[in-house]
């Protein structure tokens, strides 16, 4: 048994989830809910870095913009026109709040690509949160804005009657799967592309000069390139599409029926 053991121990071990656990900033205590932790701290990051991009980094309004504004610029470019061409002009009045959704889940994304940095939006319990948030507000705005009318969201007038009873059950449920879907979506892709990266980093550390190292430590650190230049694509695709869905549940509390 101690030679089994000790043979474990020398052999290749690896946990791939260990970067994603929650831990206290101080101490190694038990984490609570008011725990400053690793996932507190880069969140707080993460919202520092959008105010130095949004308002530190265009503050001078220059007419040839630096490389700050000019992302800045760009970025809102993007939301603004994501949002007229979805919702229309009535969602621009929303702006601010799918502007903020946007760059905090980029740069949340972008942050957790750093060595030694921690991806909060790997963590269902921040992504449920955003997408709670969505959940409700696109709801109290359809309520707010259409009364009653909003529940033809669930009515499809469109198709037979003896189907639309049925049809609109469905659509409750689809209705209220929405943020279980848009929170797992971001969490789901996040976590996905840093195990990978985890598991190919695993095999780098081979000895070169072994017969194995020769051949396996090249083509691992070739795919952690080729993974972490997908993953800064990943990054931005992602933060995008929670946007774009975000845009199209609120399209639909400005403008419910099928």
Known sequence: MATESHGAEEGLVFHPMDQFLVTPLFGDGAVAWY???NVTLWMALTVLCVILLLVIGTRRRAVIPSRSQSVAEMAYGLVHKMIEDVCGKDGLKYFPYIMTLFMFILLANMLGLL???FTTTSHLAVTV???LFVFISVTVIGFVKNGAHFLELFWVSSAPLA?????AIIEVISYFVRPVSHSIRLMGNMMAGHAVIKVFAAFAPLVLFSAV????TPLSILAITAIYALELLVAFIQAYVFTILTCVYLKDALHPGH
């Open 115 to 117: 060595p030694l940095a």
């Open 163 to 167: 189907l639309r009873p049925i049809l």
């Open 129 to 131: 949160v955003l997408a």
């Open 213 to 216: 190292g020769i051949a396996v």
């Open 35 to 37: 725990t400053p932790t």
